[in-house]
T-cell receptor, first 114, second 111 residues
Framework: SAVISQKPSRDICQRGTSLTIQCQVD?????MFWYRQQPGQSLTLIAT?????????ESGFVIDKFPISRPNLTFSTLTVSNMSPEDSSIYLC???????????FGSGTRLTVV | GDSVTQMEGPVTLSEEAFLTINCTYT??????LFWYVQYPGEGLQLLLK?????DKGSNKGFEATYRKETTSFHLEKGSVQVSDSAVYFC??????????FGTGTSLTVIP
């Protein structure tokens, strides 16, 4: 299965600033997914990032707040813009496995907004 | 639509106790079912999976059987260890090829 390197692993940010999270995959993948895990909650899909096209956002998430880049088949970034304390969460990237092997996840970025 | 309902936590057990975390699902067709584990401070890791009815997934002493008649995929372990303390997520991939997660169950094992 793919190996994902995600960084930063954690950050503490000031309100109103932006943070860009990076995910590097060791193989080429068509689809990458970005999830948010709020404290004590399950994972919520933010968007699907396909190379060469704009990301597809889930209900409740917008491009202005969470812009995504997907410049090639092994790399993607998610930016959390104009942050507020409500954005404090763990953010994870993910790629599909082969067949029914489930998804592989990055190690996550633990974001705290103060 | 597809969904996963997972036993609420937190769960606290003594070392060597028997563990069951319940998971039931709703899906059209024949989804693939998964258990993921999230150790403190780490990302999600695939623990085990089952892709068809009556399949049993197993790993690290954990087991879960795909029961189509009861639409369940309960996670079990006969003797838990302190190192099993983590959050466990039940999940499925259905016909839409989208991942659906349960809410997670936090397990704490005390010596």
């Amino acid at each position: 299965s793919a190996v994902i390197s995600q960084k930063p692993s954690r950050d503490i940010c000031q309100r109103g600033t932006s943070l860009t999270i990076q995910c590097q995959v060791d193989s080429q993948v068509t689809m990458m997914f970005w999830y948010r895990q709020q404290p004590g909650q399950s994972l919520t899909l933010i968007a699907t990032a396909n190379q060469g096209s704009e990301a597809t956002y889930e209900s409740g998430f917008v491009i202005d707040k969470f812009p995504i880049s997907r410049p090639n088949l092994t790399f993607s970034t998610l930016t959390v813009s104009n942050m507020s304390p409500e954005d404090s969460s763990i953010y994870l990237c993910s790629v599909p496995g082969q067949g029914a092997n489930g998804y592989t996840f990055g190690s996550g970025t633990r974001l705290t907004v103060v | 639509g597809d969904s996963v309902t997972q036993m609420e936590g937190p769960v606290t057990l003594s070392e060597e106790a028997f563990l069951t975390i319940n998971c039931t699902y709703t899906a059209t067709g024949y989804p693939s079912l998964f258990w993921y584990v999230q150790y403190p401070g780490e990302g999600l890791q695939l623990l085990l999976k089952a892709t068809k009815a009556d399949d049993k997934g197993s790993n690290k002493g954990f087991e879960a059987t795909y029961r189509k008649e009861t639409t369940s995929f309960h996670l079990e372990k006969g003797s838990v260890q302190v190192s099993d303390s983590a959050v466990y997520f039940c999940a499925l991939i259905g016909s839409s090829n989208q991942f659906y997660f349960g809410t997670g169950t936090s397990l704490t094992v005390i010596p």
